[in-house]
Structure formats: C-alpha cells, structure tokens
C-alpha cells in the first residue's frame, strides 16, 4: 500500500511494506521537492506498526519532520504547533 501527500511545497511518498522479520508493516519514505529531486528517508528497523494505516501514518509524520528540518536549514519559519 502506497500513499502520496503535499505538505509545504513538497510531495511525500510513504509506502507500507510488510515487516520480513516481525509481524507488522514498514514504512519507506521518499521526500520530493519541487525541483523534483528524490531523498529517501531512512528509519529504524524498530519501526513496526501493526496495522497498515498506522504504518502510512507514521511514514507521513516522518516525512513531514524532514521536511519541516530542511525549512529550517533554508531559515524559513516553520510551525511551532503540532503538524496535524
């Protein structure tokens, strides 16, 4: 299962795969900016939802966190509030 979101001026690419070593899904993430450059974002393997939405969700948040970290290194503001 995959899911694409907009945040900022950026896309997120969040897909949930099944955990190969544990019962439970994986996210992997992809950050793309609007110059259409792709960065995946890495997790630790401890990351393991046990239920596929959760597991979307997670990579979202992720995603967002990354995304919020680059405003900040360009000296953008950035939200002090929760992101969702």
């Known amino acids: 299962m995959n899911r694409r979101y907009a945040y900022r001026d950026h896309h997120i690419l969040v897909c949930a795969l099944p955990a190969a070593d544990r019962s439970g899904w994986r996210p ?3 950050v ?5 450059e792709w960065q995946f974002v890495p997790t630790p393997p401890t990351i393991v ?4 939405l959760k597991c979307i969700e997670i990579g979202r948040r ?3 966190t990354v995304i919020e970290g680059r405003a900040v ?3 953008q503001r950035v939200r002090t509030g929760p992101l969702h």
């Open 73 to 75: 290194e360009a000296g």
């Open 28 to 30: 992997e993430i992809c």
């Open 32 to 36: 793309i900016s609007p110059h259409d």
């Open 62 to 64: 992720c995603g967002e």
């Open 49 to 52: 939802a046990s239920d596929v």
